[in-house]
């Protein structure tokens, strides 16, 4: 296939991309960038509870959106504003980068600056004017693949990126519409194989998007590691049949916690680690909350 694309574009097998997030926190290196969260931004202590649980060494972003593409003008649109509030508080006691969503150009500066990385979500994949403006914002961008898109048309909206000055832009496969409907979407883990031989662009996995059931969330995001994803997205809640949005796929904090600990040895089989020592160093919330976790690595 000749795709019609050139900063995307690989130059050598060993040409990769690592962006930087924050001080000490990269996506696209040895270590694995994993963000997790819930899908909306509900409350401050939904927040809370959510980085009182997660190690903070481990997990290197927390994702939580304030404006919700939904598919019912009636279903809750995020909280905005108000939103950005609880995300700035919760940024201050976990200092741990910001990943929320997105819709419009007239979103973006505002949202830069309360976000480490503006997700565009699968629905505004083609959103050339979106995309344009984001090419102009110096915040990391975190790209889901439209829910048809072909790998050519995802490759493409990168570059749209790209080429409007902003070259740092994490792909991130969600899953894609196919005619079975048991699962959510079919997660294309042929797609992160094909795009990492392809681009040298950080490419992480949602498997919560992909799969729409909890139950099959902790498997996918296993396989997704040991296939080579540079990481992982995932939606995670105090009370997960309780979220505001996607309570189906939503995982428990305990859940969410054994799956991190489960993702070592496989991130080890293939050449990759869960996260840097560095990065274990940053301050976060473990020091202000006296409660240990139960991490095992
Ligand atoms: C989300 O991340 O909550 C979301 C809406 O994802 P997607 O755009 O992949 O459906
Ligand atoms: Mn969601």
Do not use: W
């Amino acid at each position: 296939m000749k795709i019609e694309a050139h900063l995307t574009v690989k130059k050598t097998k060993e040409h990769r991309s690592v962006i930087k997030i924050a001080n000490n926190i990269e996506c696209g290196g040895d270590a694995l960038f994993i963000a997790a969260g819930p899908c909306a931004v509900e409350t401050l202590s939904q927040m809370e509870s959510v980085v009182k649980a997660l190690p903070l060494g481990i997990i290197q972003a927390l994702r939580g959106s304030v404006y919700k593409p939904r598919t019912s003008p009636y279903s809750f649109q995020g909280l905005a504003e108000e939103g950005f509030n609880i995300l700035a508080q919760i940024k201050k006691i976990s200092h741990l980068p910001i990943v929320t969503e997105v819709m419009s150009c007239q979103q973006v500066a505002n949202a830069a600056i309360y976000a480490d990385i503006l997700q565009i979500g699968s629905r505004n994949m083609q959103n050339f004017e979106l995309l344009k403006t984001v090419g102009q914002s110096n915040k990391p961008i975190l790209l889901k693949r439209g829910l048809s898109a072909t790998i050519e048309e995802f490759i493409l909206a990168a570059e749209y990126i790209i080429s409007h000055g902003n070259p740092n832009v994490i792909l991130c496969e969600r899953g894609i519409r196919s005619y079975d409907t048991y699962t959510r979407n079919v997660l294309d883990l042929g797609a992160v194989v094909a795009l990492r031989q392809l681009t040298h662009l950080p490419v992480i996995v949602d498997p919560s998007h992909a799969a729409g059931k909890r139950e099959l969330v902790p498997d996918l995001a296993r396989a997704a590691i040991a296939c080579g994803a540079d990481g992982l997205i995932i939606e995670c809640h105090p009370k997960p049949e309780l979220s505001v949005s996607d309570a189906r796929q939503a995982l428990s904090l305990e859940d969410m916690l054994t799956l991190i600990n489960s993702l070592d040895s496989i991130a080890k089989a293939v050449g990759r680690r869960l996260t840097n020592q560095l990065t274990a160093n940053v301050p976060n919330a473990l020091s202000i909350y006296s409660e240990p976790n139960c991490l095992k690595v």
